[in-house]
């Protein structure tokens, strides 16, 4: 005959399974983000050949600085534009509204975003143009590894007892 569960014992296992799956879904949206973020440097090598942008970029540093400025523009108005498509398709409105007015919440997410965003547009178009898709797609890759770097730092400044459980 099977045992029961109390409660508590009830909760803490299905606590498990909730992180278990939260863990292996977070794998899979990082393993997909990375493919599309992949994918994108087929366009974005693409872009560097087009008309106005081929005799742009041949002129000097200043016109190859502009070229790259415009290409970064017109890539991330077209994500926001199939961004907000994509709130509205799946009727998200409601949520976005909520996410601005809480900004206090998410400010740090925001401000990373508006500005880290462009910026890393900006520097993988750069480096496309400069030395190749496969040069920027490795450069990429690089990111996070430097980005990682000082976590436990800043974390070991809020909290000094953090400090060895976030070291390897």
Known sequence: MPTRNSPAQS?????ARYR???IRWG???AIWCAALWGARYVPGTAVWYETPFVEIGSG?????????AVITTLSLLAVLFFLFVWIGVLEKWGEYGRTIRQLRKSKWYCVGAVFGGPCALFGSYLAIGYMGPIF???????YPVVG????????AREDQRALPSVLP
Do not use: C, H, T
């Open 11 to 15: 909760l803490e296992l299905a606590r």
């Open 20 to 22: 278990v799956r939260s």
């Open 27 to 29: 794998f899979y949206w």
């Open 60 to 68: 000097g540093k200043a016109e190859f600085l502009l070229a790259a």
């Open 136 to 142: 920027a797609a490795i450069a990429a890759l690089m």
């Open 148 to 155: 990682s770097d000082p976590g436990p730092a800043l974390v």
